[in-house]
């Protein structure tokens, strides 16, 4: 049996979901998972953790309090692998006890591929990624986009870990949500979602741009749009302006169930690793139109937009022919690619279980 020590310095979103289904799809692996986290005030730290790890430590504080909480860790544990998420904890747990552990790696989207900072610092982040990196044994990126920066910075293994959606169990672990659609609604209105925090990573001014867009097309009346999520209260307020419903921070059930009852699904962030949410969409068996960004333009996925202009022609297509097989057709793509028994079998490569 292999212990499993993961390190995270953020916890909420993304990853949150991403540790729980890599400890789901391995629960009946060789291996215990045992989670070291740092909470921070805005994470939603709902997900039934404390049923899919073996222990939970959580750490509140600073980064050094966090990096001294993960070096005592790791001297008590003494782990097979060491798992670190996140840049933060990527950076910090390179200067930790290694001993005989092997050190994993996942970026869940590289901070230099943030786009509301500046070229300076997207190189000043580039250059601490590189730091140390001989003592990352594995990079497991979470697209094959970010194993591919792995490699160009001179990572000396990189092995495609792939997100899995799993839709049995809410963040409570109830079963609430099902991947079968439900039979076709009346048309129109088309119901379509936006889904994250309104923030410059999902861009909402993308969002606004291709209703501008639509406004050329009469379709645009048939539309109704609503972002699950919040943030940022000057962009909720021009999002709200422009017609868009903003539902604020909702608990993942409830966002589940809104995703699930959709027509279409918007992918308008500027930058991602591999979003959760876009996979959610399709077990839910969603079409979606997807902004052409790193973790997407490798997907092969039809339904690509490059300018809101794009998107906006997308969305008249749909709403033209919304039953068109082609839609189904590609979702079925996307959820074989990224499954549970390819995530299991990435895990049992990365860890040597």
């Known amino acids: 049996m292999k212990t499993i020590l993961h390190i995270t310095e953020a916890f909420g ?206 379709e645009h009346e048939q539309i109704s749009i609503t972002w699950l999520g919040g943030g940022n209260t000057e962009s909720e307020d021009a999002l709200k302006q422009a017609g868009v419903n903003v539902t604020g921070m909702i608990p993942h059930s409830q966002l589940m169930q809104t995703l699930e009852n959709a027509d279409l699904y918007l992918h308008t962030a500027a930058w991602e690793g591999m979003p959760l949410t876009l996979l959610e969409a399709s077990r839910m068996q969603v079409p979606m139109i997807l902004r052409i960004i790193g973790a997407t333009e490798t997907l092969g996925f039809p339904y690509l937009a490059q300018t809101p202009q794009n998107m906006a022609e997308h969305i008249v297509t749909f709403c033209r022919e919304p039953d068109n097989p082609n839609y189904q057709a590609a979702l079925s793509e996307i959820n074989h690619d990224f499954s549970e028994e390819k995530q299991r079998a990435a895990l049992l490569s990365i860890y040597g279980a």
């Open 13 to 218: 979103g993304g990853i949150q979901t991403a540790l729980c289904s890599y400890a789901r799809s391995s629960k009946d692996d060789p291996v215990t998972h045992i989670l070291l986290a740092r909470l921070r005030p805005t994470d939603d730290t709902g997900m039934a953790i404390h049923s899919l790890f073996s222990d939970v430590k959580t750490v509140q504080g600073g980064l050094f309090t966090f990096y001294l909480a993960a070096r005592d860790a790791v001297k008590e544990l003494q782990p097979d692998v060491i798992h670190l998420h996140s840049s933060f904890a990527g950076f910090l747990g390179r200067f930790l006890p290694k001993g005989n552990a092997k050190m994993v790696y996942t970026p869940h989207c590289y901070s230099f591929e943030r786009q509301d900072i500046s070229p300076l610092m997207q190189q000043v982040y580039k250059r601490l990624e590189s730091l140390a990196l001989s003592r990352i044994d594995v990079i497991a990126g979470c697209s094959v986009r970010e194993c591919e920066l792995a490699l160009r910075l001179g990572a000396s293994r990189a092995i495609h870990l792939n997100n899995y959606a799993n839709l049995s169990e809410d963040s409570s672990g109830s079963n609430v949500v099902t991947p079968q659609k439900s039979s076709p609604k009346q048309r129109p209105p088309f119901q379509l979602v936006v889904v994250g925090r309104v923030s410059a990573q999902k861009d909402p001014q993308f969002l606004l741009d291709t209703m501008k867009s639509l406004q050329a097309f009469p």
